[in-house]
């Protein structure tokens, strides 16, 4: 009984600390707007959001960018084969920039898949401008930006390039170690979002203008 009578009280004091813990937030100022403007369709879009509390905005806008910028899962190139190839500054007969340009011109391929990895064919013959709508996808696979230019074929020579493709967090960084004969194993910056800028302005809030106002810009690579 005494017990019971115990725990009962230890349960009543935990309650209303937990109310006077809420009361605190009685008059802060939450956001009671959010709105969006479209810049570019599914690609740059600005995320307003008002009142805050003063002091606030920056808080939770350096918080949502690192979010959007570090966790939002994505897909990235992780390598490039072809005959002849024995590092990222090997030049590729039959094309006019070296496999640098290439691998730099990939890392822009914006990639939509179902699967946790996937290998697409680059098949390159004719002269002239060669872009991702020249790659080969499985069903499961598509290319957002399929005019992105890849390289400059000088048709001399029919030849392909494998390109592998994962899906993950964040960046991973190529192990120095890892090698495979004709491979160009590369760095892995999975993130769809390309850009994350925030801005802090004054806000209305009934007679008071000292409120914060959050506008946050996104620039995706067409797939986030």
């Not at 070296?98 to 011109?105: G, T």
């Amino acid at each position: 009984m005494v017990a019971d009578q115990e725990k009962s009280e230890k349960y009543s004091f935990l309650l209303i600390s937990m109310s006077e813990k809420l009361d605190i937030y009685k008059n802060i100022i939450f956001p009671e707007n959010l709105s969006c403007t479209s810049h570019i369709s599914d690609v740059k879009e600005t995320f307003s959001m008002y009142p805050i509390q003063k002091g606030y905005g920056t808080t939770i806008g350096n918080s949502l960018r690192r979010v959007l910028l570090s966790s939002i899962e994505g897909n990235s190139v992780s390598y490039i084969k072809s005959d002849g190839l024995e590092s990222e500054y090997s030049t590729i007969d039959g094309i006019t920039q070296d496999c640098f340009a290439v691998l730099v011109n990939l890392k822009k391929l914006a990639v939509k898949m179902d699967s946790s990895t996937a290998t697409l064919i680059l098949k390159i013959g004719k002269s002239g401008r060669v872009t991702a709508r020249d790659i080969q996808c499985p069903s499961n696979v598509s290319i957002a930006n399929p005019d992105m230019e890849i390289c400059t074929s000088t048709g001399t020579r029919s030849f392909e390039i494998e390109i592998g493709v994962e899906k993950g967090l964040g960046v991973q960084m190529v192990d120095p170690k890892r090698y495979a004969v004709n491979t160009i194993y590369v760095d892995k910056f999975f993130s769809p979002i390309e850009k994350v800028g925030i801005a802090i302005t004054n806000a209305v809030s009934g007679s008071s203008v000292e409120n914060d106002r959050l506008d946050i810009t996104i620039e995706t690579n067409w797939v986030g």
